[in-house]
């Protein structure tokens, strides 16, 4: 079970949420229909155990400044990296306690913006119905915008993680990594921040690992990216800010997974224990990884 501060999800940005949803449903993952924050931002979600992979669009520009969190607009922040690129504009970390979390994360350095609670009418597949709450504690990066993250707190974990919903037909169970590609110049900036919250990590080569709570967040420069992952677009090549650029999932099936993505047109490459998506225009200018569990 994903414990404070481990990478919850992700928000992959993309222009059209309908077509990046259904190539997601023809590549095997179970997807939530999609449903609408009041700060305008559209969201469909792959849940898993703990964590979720999120895509979230634009339905409605005239409230990006709904909803407030000291000066932080979630929608509007979101919408700005949107016109920029698709791709991952903000990050939420996991919570089991979004007061005590926050005080922690100011503790080590970081700003805490303010908080936001909203909640969602679900109806369970045994036709319980509930509704969800859920409370953020946004953590804007001045510096590094793109790096920016919020804590998630799931008060109501029962209507969120149900078994029915976490099953997905090409056996992906959950995120198991991140990668940042950074100048050298920022290494250090980041280091330092990310060290507050996961300890010294591990320095290999030009490349930084920090072991959280649920997966490994690793920082790499953008040539040793291209060797060691995949190929970066030019929106990335050119852009002088730190971004997620990849995001790595467990599975219990490689061969499932890859039925499903011949019969989607999705291309792949194999890799050691996996396999890589690394046509980025196909999933929002983030690079997807899948690994068979061990």
């Given at each position: 079970?994903?414990?404070?501060?481990?990478?919850?999800?992700?928000?992959?940005?993309?222009?059209?949420?309908?077509?990046?949803?259904?190539?997601?449903?023809?590549?095997?993952?179970?997807?939530?229909?999609?449903?609408?924050?009041?700060?305008?931002?559209?969201?469909?979600?792959?849940?898993?155990?703990?964590?979720?992979?999120?895509?979230?669009?634009?339905?409605?520009?005239?409230?990006?400044?709904?909803?407030?969190?000291?000066?932080?607009?979630?929608?509007?922040?979101?919408?700005?990296?949107?016109?920029?690129?698709?791709?991952?504009?903000?990050?939420?970390?996991?919570?089991?306690?979004?007061?005590?979390?926050?005080?922690?994360?100011?503790?080590?350095?970081?700003?805490?913006?303010?908080?936001?609670?909203?909640?969602?009418?679900?109806?369970?597949?045994?036709?319980?119905?509930?509704?969800?709450?859920?409370?953020?504690?946004?953590?804007?990066?001045?510096?590094?915008?793109?790096?920016?993250?919020?804590?998630?707190?799931?008060?109501?974990?029962?209507?969120?993680?149900?078994?029915?919903?976490?099953?997905?037909?090409?056996?992906?169970?959950?995120?198991?990594?991140?990668?940042?590609?950074?100048?050298?110049?920022?290494?250090?900036?980041?280091?330092?921040?990310?060290?507050?919250?996961?300890?010294?990590?591990?320095?290999?080569?030009?490349?930084?690992?920090?072991?959280?709570?649920?997966?490994?967040?690793?920082?790499?420069?953008?040539?040793?990216?291209?060797?060691?992952?995949?190929?970066l677009t030019k929106d990335i090549q050119t852009e002088q800010q730190p971004s997620i650029a990849a995001m790595d999932f467990s599975l219990d099936d490689l061969t499932v997974l890859e039925t499903y993505l011949d019969q989607a047109g999705v291309e792949y490459k194999p890799i050691?224990?996996?396999?890589?998506?690394?046509?980025?225009?196909?999933?929002?200018?983030?690079?997807?990884?899948?690994?068979?569990?061990?």
């Amino acid at each position: 079970m994903n414990a404070s501060f481990g990478i919850d999800h992700p928000l992959v940005a993309t222009h059209d949420i309908d077509a990046l949803r259904a190539r997601l449903i023809a590549m095997g993952f179970n997807m939530t229909s999609i449903g609408k924050h009041p700060w305008g931002t559209s969201t469909s979600l792959a849940m898993f155990e703990g964590c979720l992979l999120e895509i979230m669009g634009v339905y409605d520009d005239t409230l990006l400044d709904e909803v407030p969190a000291g000066g932080f607009r979630f929608g509007r922040h979101v919408y700005e990296h949107l016109q920029q690129r698709e791709g991952v504009a903000l990050s939420a970390l996991h919570s089991t306690d979004s007061v005590a979390d926050a005080k922690r994360a100011q503790d080590v350095g970081l700003h805490v913006a303010g908080h936001l609670e909203f909640g969602r009418d679900v109806t369970l597949p045994d036709g319980t119905e509930g509704r969800t709450k859920t409370t953020l504690a946004l953590m804007p990066n001045a510096q590094f915008p793109r790096l920016s993250f919020f804590l998630c707190q799931q008060h109501r974990p029962d209507l969120i993680y149900v078994p029915e919903w976490l099953e997905h037909p090409n056996t992906v169970n959950g995120i198991c990594g991140v990668t940042i590609v950074a100048d050298g110049m920022h290494h250090a900036d980041l280091k330092c921040q990310f060290t507050g919250l996961y300890g010294e990590g591990t320095a290999l080569c030009d490349c930084l690992e920090f072991q959280t709570a649920n997966g490994v967040l690793r920082v790499l420069r953008k040539a040793d990216f291209e060797r060691d992952i995949g190929p970066l677009t030019k929106d990335i090549q050119t852009e002088q800010q730190p971004s997620i650029a990849a995001m790595d999932f467990s599975l219990d099936d490689l061969t499932v997974l890859e039925t499903y993505l011949d019969q989607a047109g999705v291309e792949y490459k194999p890799i050691e224990n996996g396999l890589v998506l690394d046509n980025v225009t196909q999933t929002a200018n983030t690079l997807f990884r899948f690994f068979q569990t061990l």
